[in-house]
């Protein structure tokens, strides 16, 4: 099956800086890379996702790059706030298939 | 702006008993699907159900998991008799089409 990765596990940033996540994942016939952000105690909730024709997508202070070849994309987080402290998954998705397939997460901290 | 809405937040019940958690997605979605998450663990797949049947399931999903759209506005999943190993957080997510996948807020499932 899917083997999805995340990196780091958790991440700690000042507010301000920026943040990256990194996601690998195995299946070369996922063609859907969204992410999702998760807060304590609520449903995940999509923050941006690319499609497989796509390199990199922009919105506002979040953006996603995608390297097909390499079978990575990345979330990319500017200007951070302590709001955007939560937990971060990316959940890949073959052609084909409807199961996103999460990643193990990334807590990100953002200290004020 | 629509939500998925899920109930009961939480639900605590005795093994071996049955439970139905209830889920109203997102009014013009045609794509429903079940996910779960274990304490401090990723989100898993459960099934997906589309035209009043199910698409796709993952190995989690045996005979003890059912699925219903009883009516139009409504979305269960039923465990006929719980086990420990049930107790997580389950989430209803809705898709117009495929991709984007928005999800519920989550039922707590305690089984005792």
């Known amino acids: 099956g899917e083997n999805v990765e995340q990196h780091p596990s958790t991440l700690s940033v000042q507010e301000g800086d920026s943040a990256v996540i990194k996601c690998t994942y195995s299946?070369?016939?996922?063609?859907?890379f969204p992410w999702y952000k998760q807060e304590l105690g609520k449903g995940p909730q999509l923050i941006i996702d690319i499609r497989s024709n796509v390199g990199e997508k922009k919105d506002q202070r979040i953006a996603v790059t995608l390297n097909k070849t390499a079978k990575h994309f990345s979330l990319h987080i500017t200007e951070t706030q302590p709001e955007d402290s939560a937990v971060y998954f990316c959940a890949p998705l073959r052609g084909g298939s409807e199961k996103l397939v999460f990643g193990k997460g990334t807590k990100l901290t953002v200290n004020p | 702006e629509p939500e998925v809405t899920q109930t009961p937040s939480h639900q605590v019940t005795q093994m071996g008993q049955e439970v139905i958690l209830r889920c109203v997605p997102i009014?013009?979605?045609?794509?429903f699907y079940w996910y779960r998450q274990i304490l401090g663990q990723k989100v898993e797949f459960l099934v997906s159900?589309?035209?009043?049947?199910?698409?796709?399931k993952s190995e989690i999903f045996d005979d003890q998991f059912s699925v219903e759209r009883p009516d139009g506005s409504n979305f269960t999943l039923k465990i006929r008799s719980t086990k420990l190993e049930d107790s997580a957080m389950y989430f209803c997510?809705?898709?117009?089409?495929?991709?984007?996948?928005?999800f519920g807020p989550g039922t707590r499932l305690t089984v005792l």
């Open positions: 009014s013009n979605h045609l794509y």
């Open positions: 997510a809705s898709t117009e089409g495929l991709y984007e996948q928005f």
């Open positions: 159900f589309y035209n009043n049947e199910i698409s796709e």
């Open positions: 299946d070369s016939a996922s063609n859907y």
